[in-house]
């Protein structure tokens, strides 16, 4: 049953790979997980769920103001594209580059109509 149960973990992970949504960097987090902590990687996976739930209800907020504030707004997306990028979380970090060149040119329509629901997608994984 174990054995069953990594197999079909193991596949779940190469499909995210083979999809784009994760990339090589959340291999090197999984090689940080050793005997003396054996839930390394889901834990720090909770964190970033977590986290990133944060991060989004606040830029819902930033694009429900009449006027928004790109800078305030780039501050978070920043802050999310670090995140993903240190577990490997590949789509949304393309999303996040994707904020940013919208947040540089003030676009409003463009960011919430191409990036967001990648982030949001990719944050239901």
Known sequence: MAERCRQMLKSFVQSLYDEGMLDLQFAQLQALQDASNPSFVADVIKLFCQDT?????????????????????????????????????????????????????????????????????????
């Open 53 to 125: 739930e944060k991060i989004i209800m606040e830029l819902n907020k930033y694009l429900s103001e009449r006027v928004v504030d790109f800078q305030g707004m780039d501050s978070y997306v920043h802050q999310l594209k670090g995140s993903s990028s240190s577990i490997g979380a590949q789509l949304i970090k393309t999303a996040c580059n994707e904020f940013r060149q919208a947040c540089d040119s003030n676009c409003r329509k463009g960011w919430k109509k191409v990036s967001f629901p990648m982030v949001l997608e990719g944050h239901s994984v």
